[in-house]
């Protein structure tokens, strides 16, 4: 049986990975992963529009794992739209990393749940050397941080903003002159930290602290009493 202190570290990073579940849940239902700001460039082209007068052709674009929107301004007004990623936007985002970042994220979920019955289970017991110990428990935790990152770099190195702009814009061309992360997204920052910290938890619990031994009082027997 484990001792106090790892069935601690182990129950709480069982929890940890039960929260990292419901954030990754809730955080792919929601379609604000990223927001931003969008500029007719081919519209404030043709008029030449300054400063003052390039309020008219910037609009705005948000989007997310399934669907988003966007509103179009280029000079005659505000067009609102609304979009899905499948089945036809996906193939001009990088249909192979798209479907990834899902991929890696489902995954997330699922080893969550790993994580969670396993970290209960070596609160209980301990696995001699099998894939439902600590090392394991090491591997689903890491396996899980995988979505959040692939996201990151379709973001910033596949310019996926740009191309969800542009998608089917055969007459005029949009630049992305602001975009950030929303709350889905750190909500899954959030979750792919929880299990950084599960695996610190889990290292710490293969620690082997030094037992505290208590020196006992050394008996001093003289001849005087022997003789009583």
């Not at 709480?12 to 792919?28: H, K």
């Not at 929601?30 to 043709?46: F, N, R, S, V």
């Not at 970290?119 to 941080?145: E, Q, S």
Request: hydrophobic fraction near 50%.
């Amino acid at each position: 049986m484990p001792g106090c202190f790892k069935k601690t570290l182990f129950a709480l990073a069982s929890l940890i990975s039960f929260v990292s579940f419901i954030l990754i849940v809730v955080a792919m239902g929601i379609p604000k992963w990223m927001t931003g700001k969008i500029l007719c460039k081919t519209g404030a082209d043709l008029v030449n529009a300054t400063d003052p007068e390039l309020v008219k052709f910037i609009g705005e674009i948000y989007y997310g794992l399934f669907r988003g929107g966007k509103i179009r301004q280029c000079g005659l007004g505000g067009r609102r739209s609304k979009f899905t990623i499948f089945p036809h936007m996906v193939k001009k985002l990088n249909t192979g990393l798209h479907v990834m970042i899902i991929m890696f994220l489902c995954v997330a979920i699922f080893f969550s749940l790993v994580s969670f019955g396993f970290c209960i289970l070596n609160a209980i017991k301990v696995p001699y050397r099998a894939i439902n110990g600590p090392a394991g428990a090491c591997l689903w935790n890491f396996l899980a941080v995988l979505g959040v990152t692939s996201f990151m770099a379709a973001v910033k190195l596949h310019h996926l903003t740009e191309r969800i702009a542009n998608f089917r814009e055969n007459v005029f061309r949009f630049v992305i002159l602001e975009e950030r992360f929303e709350d889905c997204f750190w909500i899954c920052v959030a979750s792919a930290t929880a299990h950084a910290v599960n695996l610190l938890l889990i290292a710490i619990s293969g620690i082997h602290f030094p037992k505290i031994k208590t020196k006992t009082e050394e008996v001093n027997v003289t001849a005087e009493d022997i003789m009583y």
